[in-house]
């Protein structure tokens, strides 16, 4: 007897903090029950027959109105209810997320002679993210990348960009991104807003987050996807080195391209390889 649901998000993951509120045809409540840690909702209390409607809700989440019929037996079975995010949008479920360096990747594009791309990343970051339960835009990045992991595929060329030129990565040997909030801009998109610290320099940097999804790995663990993209400008950062051409063109563009594909495994940590 009583009611049974399992309450979900669109990705599949259980819903813990949901309220499952019964009311009859006058409006009446005549139920309430929330739901476990497995997002299960079981609730023992006997129910006439008949027709009556069930709401749920849940913090930072739309709220889901269906209706429900008791049988003779007096349970109502609902089955699967999904929840959507409030607004449409979408994050991974709740709790700490590690970044995977070894299946992300950190990159930055340049403008070289004013014709054609260099591209670099950085071989070396850690970082992790914490999907805030009930407040989602509270939710927080931080990261750390080691300035003297630039690879561009040009050995000079690393060499110069790591010198007291550009990030000077002996003096300042970390990069660090520390996030200040996020705001949605799309059913999966986002903008993290944060300080990124380079060259000794702290300013404020957006990135345009696109979440990607979440699902299971061959080590056990649950991943989740993310791309994000920035622009930033060099003298910002206080990096004012640039060559000109005799034809007048800066051999280095003033601006630099960051884009970054980041997979984040569950947890407070790595799985053991």
Known sequence: MGLTAKIRTR?????SHAVVTVTDMTGTQVLRAEADAEG????ATELAPGAYTVIVTAVGYAPVASSALVTASGRAELGAVTLARQGGTELPPPGPWTIDPAHSSVGA???????SSVHGR???FAGRVEITPDEVEKSRVEAVIRAA???TGNGMRDDHLRSPDFLDAEKYP???????????????RWTVHGELTLHGVVRPVDLDLAYLGTGADPWGGTRAAFRATTELRREDFAMNYNQVLQ?????????????????????ESLPQA
């Open 11 to 15: 990705d599949g993951w259980a819903v």
């Open 40 to 43: 299960a909702v079981r609730d």
């Open 109 to 115: 594009v340049a403008q070289h002679l004013g014709i």
């Open 122 to 124: 950085f071989t070396e």
């Open 149 to 151: 992991s630039i690879d």
């Open 174 to 188: 970390e990069i660090t991104y520390r996030s200040t909030g996020l705001t949605a801009a799309g059913a999966d």
């Open 247 to 267: 034809a007048g063109i800066a051999a280095i563009g003033t601006t630099l391209k960051v884009e970054l594909d980041i997979q984040a495994v569950q947890g």
